[in-house]
């Protein structure tokens, strides 16, 4: 039987707690951050500027087609330039229906009935943000501006890129918030 201590002697003589900086955190624990550093950002600091959108009377397919090509992975559902929700790539994964013809009779608007549709507005404190995304369990926001009309989108990696201290000029590939390449 093999050993990593040799024979008559101890592993460790004695343990020492070893105090903690306070900035550090423990592994799966949270940390209060310093809200002072992101006071006065506003939603409009963050968005994304062009999201991707789908029409409402859209088929399932297009909305598909849309996530898919423009490698995104949520697409604002809008009827006359004003956001009525986010669609995201699960749950059209999720609600695809049965049969070869399905996707294409299915109307995109369809996909939204029974979810909460919350918005902020360009102005709005991260904060604020933060509280609505929470309070719907949504992973992403359309943001508009006072007309109500559509301004961007806030997705779950904006709020991780502040966090991290930012850093990235756009979202990581595949991202919720990707802008569509032009092309």
Partial sequence: MSSLVQPGRTAVARAELVPRPAHEALP???V?????THRGVTAADVMTRRPATVHSSASMWTAWGLLHHARVRHA????????LGVLDDRTVALEWPPGPLGAHRTLVH?????RARPRVRSGDDLGSVARTMLGAEADAVPVVDRD?????LIALWQFAELA????REEPPRGSAARPAEEG
């Fill in 148 to 152: 109500g009309r559509l301004s961007g």
């Fill in 28 to 30: 799966g624990s949270l």
């Fill in 110 to 114: 369809t996909l939204l009935r029974g």
């Fill in 164 to 167: 991290a201290g930012g850093g």
């Fill in 76 to 83: 604002v559902v809008v009827d006359d330039h004003r956001p």
């Fill in 32 to 36: 209060e951050a310093d809200v002072r």
